[in-house]
């Protein structure tokens, strides 16, 4: 699936430029600077599909890409970056607020979280809203080539159990690096078993 042609179709940033929802949709969401471009980057084998930016907050859009007529990855503005201003965050709120409430052809969200960090308020907060929205969703790790192995198994620890709260979560995270190519083919793997026939 991956493999063959996925094309950008187009950015929205308010609700009513939505595509009507006529495929199954994946999407991801993380705060600023999380991996997410490259992570996508990765999974679709194109080196320049979703922008890899160090300019963290700048993309306010949710942008759609599509593979074969068959699956759609969302690809939603990055949370947390403290340098942007408030009525945008407003702003981005509300319209992710929107798209998760009302979109039923959403199967999966994958929510990046940096596997330096772990998981931290603003990911909570986006937890929260997904279990109210009824939204699966999936905490990818990402960058976990960085901290020392044995880091690693803390912070996945850390998570399943910060997970264990949230009723629409899947249990297990991801552990994944785009640099070094772990988990990528996994996740492609999952992914496509949404996809259409
Ligand atoms: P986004 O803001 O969430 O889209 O994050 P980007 O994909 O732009 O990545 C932010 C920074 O993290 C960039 O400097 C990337 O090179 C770096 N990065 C992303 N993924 C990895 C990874 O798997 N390993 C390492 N070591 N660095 C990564």
């Known amino acids: 699936l991956f493999a063959r042609?996925?094309?950008?179709?187009?950015?929205?940033?308010?609700?009513k430029q939505l595509p009507e929802p006529i495929l199954p949709e994946?999407?991801?969401?993380?705060?600023?600077?999380?991996?997410?471009?490259?992570?996508?980057?990765?999974?679709?084998?194109?080196?320049?599909?979703?922008?890899?930016?160090?300019?963290?907050?700048?993309?306010?859009?949710?942008?759609?890409?599509?593979?074969?007529?068959?699956?759609?990855?969302?690809?939603?503005?990055g949370y947390g970056y403290a340098k942007v201003p408030k009525p945008m965050v407003d702003g981005w709120t509300q319209l992710i607020h929107d798209y998760l409430r009302g979109r039923a052809v959403l199967r999966r969200l994958c929510l990046l979280i940096d596997s330096r960090h772990g998981v931290k308020s603003s990911d909570e907060q986006i937890m929260d809203l997904l279990d109210k929205a009824a939204v699966n969703f999936r905490v990818v790790l990402t960058k976990a080539d960085k901290p020392k192995s044995g880091e690693v198994q803390k912070i996945v620890a850390a998570t399943i159990e910060a997970l264990k709260k949230h009723p629409a979560a899947v249990?297990?995270?991801?552990?994944?690096?785009?640099?070094?190519?772990l988990g990528i083919q996994e996740l492609r793997a999952e992914l496509a078993g949404f996809a259409e026939p």
Not at 171 to 181: A, F
Request: proline residues 5%.
């Open 26 to 77: 994946v999407a991801f969401a993380g705060r600023s600077n999380v991996g997410k471009s490259s992570l996508i980057n990765a999974l679709t084998g194109r080196k320049t599909l979703a922008r890899t930016s160090n300019t963290p907050g700048r993309t306010r859009e949710i942008n759609f890409f599509e593979f074969e007529g068959r699956l759609r990855l969302i690809d939603m503005p």
């Open 171 to 181: 249990p297990q995270p991801l552990v994944t690096s785009s640099e070094k190519g």
């Open 5 to 15: 042609e996925c094309t950008f179709m187009l950015g929205c940033v308010a609700m």
